[in-house]
Every structure is written in C-alpha cells, then in structure tokens.
C-alpha cells in the first residue's frame, strides 16, 4: 500500500478525527469523541483502511464525530464462523445505527463476499437491532483502492430496511457503490462516459471475476 498518499490526506483534514498516525511504528490514536473500543495501533491495512474512512466520514460527508462509534461488541451468535464485533457505527439524530459497517484490507474486499455479508453484517444487524430495539438503515462493506495518485472507494451498500435478510437480498443483489452524505438517501448513480462516474478504463482481473 503507498501509505504516502494516505498520509497526505490525512494530514490535509480540517478536523484531525485521526489526531496521531505513525505508519511506521505502527501507532494510532482516534479522537476522544469517537465512542468505543479504544484503539492504539495499526494491526494490519484494514486498519489504515479506518482511518481514511474515518476522516472522509467527518471531513468529506457531513458526519459527526460523536455518532461514531469502532468495534461495538456483540454476545451470542456464532464465534467460529463471525466476528463477535462491527468495525465501524455512524449513528443517526436519534441513535439508530445509520450506517452499519465491515472493513476490509484492500486485497481482501473481493474475497468471500456473499459469507461477509451474511455472517457478519447481517447477523450482526440483527444483534444490534434485537438487542437495542433500533433500526438499521445501511449495511456497509468497504474498502478502497489506490490508483496511481488517487483513493478510490470500493463499497458495497445494501439497505438493510427494504432487504431485511440475506435471502432476501441475495435474489437481486441490489446495492450502491457510494456511502451518502450527511445522513442523506444513498442513490444510484449511471455510468455515463465523460461523467462523475466514468466508464472504468483500467481493472484488476478480481475486479471483472
């Protein structure tokens, strides 16, 4: 990964929500009015991966720090085959998960996709949502990819509201490749040449399997 091109981001963010980074020595600090786990250090690039979402979240899409939470744990469900935490919580006004996020290094967002979103993001969507008695709108699976000077994000955004199950979701796999800003409805958007979003010209051979 070229951490130079992350670290120049990161060091051009208005709010500093990442107010320590040392990729070398492998050190992070979050800022305090982010909720839950405390975390330290860099473990691996799905770490790093929290941090530029983190402050894209604050700086580029309208969220506050203090609807965010990191790692909310979840007993119960099945150890060996989920993780027993959700990486990422951005909350709404009144406390319902908003966006209920997976995040992945980014060699690893194309591998088993379908057991991530259904043993991870769903059943743990309705952990949170049994348990807290609030409702989740999106779950969210991401990561991003650098192309050459650029950070290009790689998500996978399902509204959990209209697509309750993963059986549900699974017949038509409907879903943006965009996280909304400020709160807002997630849309889709067309692949026109010469737009916003252009026609991709270049791609991995993961990315056309």
Known sequence: MNYSIIKSYLDNQKTKIVEEYDFENK????????????????????????????????????????????????????PKTIKPRIDVIVKDKNGNPFLFMELKAPNEFEKNQDSIIEDQLYTLAGMEQSKSGKKVKYLVLYAFDIDEDKIKDKVILIDYEKFPSFDDWKEKRDFVDEIPANYGKAQKEPYIKGGKKDLEKSFSHETLD
Request: hydrophobic share 35%.
């Open 27 to 78: 050190k992070v600090k979050y800022s305090d009015k982010i909720k839950g786990w405390k975390i330290d250090k860099f473990r691996g690039d799905e770490e790093i991966v929290r941090a530029y979402l983190l402050a894209k979240l604050v700086n580029e899409l309208g969220y506050k720090p203090e609807d965010i939470e990191l790692e909310k744990f979840y007993k119960g469900g099945r």
